[in-house]
C-alpha cells in the first residue's frame, strides 16, 4: 500500500495498521487534516504535524520521490 510506503518513508511506520484499516489513498493525504489524522489514531501531535508538512511538501513537488519506482502522486 503506498501510504504504508509513505508512513515507513518518515518513519511513521508505527501508524501503518491504523491506515490499513481504512480505505485512505495517497490522493487522499492531501486532504487531511490534523482532526483526521488524530481520529485515525495519529496520537502524538508532533507526529501529525511532521506528516501534514511533509505531505504538503510532496504535493509541491508533484509527487513521493520512491528509489526504483518514480514518484507516487498525491
Given amino acids: 500500500d503506498d501510504v504504508v510506503a509513505l508512513l515507513k518513508s518518515i518513519e511513521l511506520g508505527a501508524y501503518a495498521d491504523a491506515f490499513l484499516a481504512t480505505p485512505i489513498t495517497g490522493a487522499d493525504l492531501r486532504l487531511m487534516e490534523e482532526a483526521d489524522l488524530e481520529s485515525l489514531g495519529v496520537g ?31
Fill in 44 to 74: 502524538v501531535s508532533i507526529h501529525r504535524r511532521r506528516l501534514l508538512r511533509q505531505i504538503e511538501d510532496w504535493s509541491r513537488d508533484g509527487g513521493v520521490p520512491f528509489a526504483g519506482v518514480g514518484l507516487i502522486e498525491l
